[in-house]
């Protein structure tokens, strides 16, 4: 399964962005999906997840506190695709920005190795 992320871009602080991943098949519908970033010098974190569509067509989703209020997850199963609306940006959040899907589950998990498959990052920087 390839996941192809993109949207990245140089922003200023307070500026927006979205990503988005296209998750080919039945990842874009079914899987556990989620944003992760990683900081030059740090590790990769979890930073948005999104669970598969229920029988009424509802999604749950859960954002790491830093981000709470500013970022937004979404999917669009019908085209098999994942984003992230970034607002309010800061420069913290600048970050290599990835992409991942879980084969197995209904929510999203916060480690990198419940993941089986990754998009190849798409990099964020937001200037001061």
């Known amino acids: 399964v390839q996941l192809q992320a993109s949207g990245g871009g140089l922003v200023q602080t307070g500026g927006s962005l979205r990503l988005s991943c296209a998750a080919p098949?039945?990842?874009?519908?079914?899987?556990?999906m989620a944003w992760f970033r990683q900081a030059p010098g740090k590790e990769r974190e979890f930073v948005a997840g999104?669970?598969?569509?229920?029988?009424?067509?509802?999604?749950?989703?859960d954002y790491t506190d830093s981000v709470k209020g500013r970022f937004s997850i979404s999917r669009d199963s019908a085209k098999a695709t994942v984003y992230l609306e970034m607002n309010s940006l800061q420069p913290e959040d600048t970050a290599v920005y990835y992409c991942?899907?879980?084969?197995?589950?209904?929510?999203?998990?916060?480690?990198?190795?419940?993941?089986?498959?990754w998009g190849q990052g798409t990099l964020v920087t937001v200037s001061s």
């Open positions: 991942a899907a879980a084969r197995y589950g209904s929510r999203w998990y916060y480690r990198v190795n419940d993941y089986d498959y």
């Open positions: 098949g039945r990842t874009g519908s079914s899987y556990v």
């Open positions: 999104i669970s598969w569509r229920n029988r009424m067509g509802s999604t749950m989703a």
